[in-house]
Structures are given as structure tokens and as C-alpha cells.
């Protein structure tokens, strides 16, 4: 099992910048892929960026060219570099963990990210 525990979340105006943490304790060696999910009030939970254990990244459209997703040389902290941000990105980011041989998901408790126009 892996415990996720984020940070970083704050209010932010338009244009402004963010980085949320997200790190990862417990067998973390079975962690295949790790990275960002955002909720928006009355919207459905979406995908942000994540980051597999081979390096590929992946990105959702509305945040392509803005966001940046790295990881610490263990491998055990996720980081999401927020830029240019837009009164759309408000919402609660999730870290998430696709686990072990039967790819559990794990999340984090969540962290607020408010966007003023």
C-alpha cells in the first residue's frame, strides 16, 4: 500500500504561478504511475498530468504548454509546476497512484486551488 499525502494548494490571482507536492510513503517500488487529478464544483474528476515509472508524462489539452510535472530522484515526491494560471483551473488536485500487480488506485486528501480572475 502507498499513503499520499499533497500540499501547495492556495489562492492565486490570474497569471500567477503554483507548485503542488505530492509525496508518496509506504512500497512506493510498486507505484507504476503517479500524478494530478482536479475537481471542479459540479464537475466530474479529470485528469491533469501524470507521470509513469518509465518517464513518460502526460497531459491533459487544457493545461498542455502551462503545467509541468516532475519528479525527486527517489521517486517518491511528485511535484506539478502550475504557470499562467486561469480562473478555470480552480478546483480540488488529487494526488493519484496507479499501485502493484492489479493496478490499484490510491489518493491523496486533496488541496484547494483557487484561481481570481
Known amino acids: 500500500q502507498v499513503q499520499l499525502v499533497e500540499s501547495g494548494g492556495d489562492l492565486v490571482q490570474a497569471g500567477g504561478s503554483l507548485r503542488l507536492s505530492c509525496a508518496a510513503s509506504?512500497?512506493?517500488?510498486?507505484?507504476?504511475?503517479i500524478g494530478w487529478y482536479r475537481q471542479a464544483p459540479g464537475k466530474q474528476r479529470e485528469l491533469v498530468a501524470t507521470?509513469?515509472?518509465?518517464?513518460?508524462?502526460n497531459y491533459a489539452d487544457s493545461v498542455k504548454g502551462r503545467f509541468a510535472i516532475s519528479r525527486d530522484n527517489a521517486g517518491n515526491t511528485v511535484f506539478l509546476q502550475m504557470d499562467r494560471l486561469k480562473p478555470e483551473d480552480t478546483a480540488v488536485y488529487y494526488c493519484?497512484?496507479?499501485?502493484?500487480?492489479?493496478?490499484?488506485?490510491?489518493w491523496g486528501q486533496g488541496t484547494q486551488v483557487t484561481v481570481s480572475p
Open positions: 493519484y497512484a496507479d499501485w502493484g500487480w492489479m493496478h490499484r488506485p490510491y
Open positions: 509506504g512500497a512506493t517500488a510498486s507505484i507504476h504511475s
Open positions: 507521470s509513469s515509472s518509465g518517464g513518460h508524462t
